[in-house]
């Protein structure tokens, strides 16, 4: 079984940055893709970011591009996002999950396992 943990999340104000961790266990992980989704009160799930196994692929929603950035490290089980000029409407609980398959996704219906989230919020 594969069992995730995140961790980081936090209050910060708008413009500052925060870095998310997630601590995976299980045999899969580094053959896995994974990802970040998020979730605001009365607000379905929403993808974040994604990545693949190796590392060399990654995915971002529109309306974080060019201010969140995923990584992993597979030596330590480890899968990360660094979140940079952070505005309100990020304010959310953030998941990570993992995939069935090794490439990046942005389908809810491809991860099978999930973290217990980890609270983001940005102050004005």
């Known amino acids: 079984q594969v069992q995730l943990v995140e961790s980081g999340g936090g209050l910060v104000q708008a413009g500052g940055s925060l870095r998310l961790s997630c601590a995976a266990s299980g045999r899969t992980f580094s053959t896995s893709g994974m990802g970040w989704f998020r979730q605001a009160p009365g607000k379905e799930r929403e993808f974040v970011a994604g990545?693949?196994?190796?590392?060399?692929?990654?995915y971002y929603a529109d309306s974080v591009k060019g201010r969140f950035t995923i990584s992993r490290d597979n030596a330590k089980n480890m899968v990360y996002l660094q979140m940079n000029s952070l505005k309100p409407e990020d304010t959310a609980v953030y998941y990570c999950g993992l995939a069935r398959f090794a490439g990046a996704s942005s389908s809810h219906e491809t991860y099978d396992y999930w973290g217990q989230g980890t609270q983001v919020t940005v102050a004005s």
């Open positions: 990545i693949s196994w190796s590392g060399i692929n990654t």
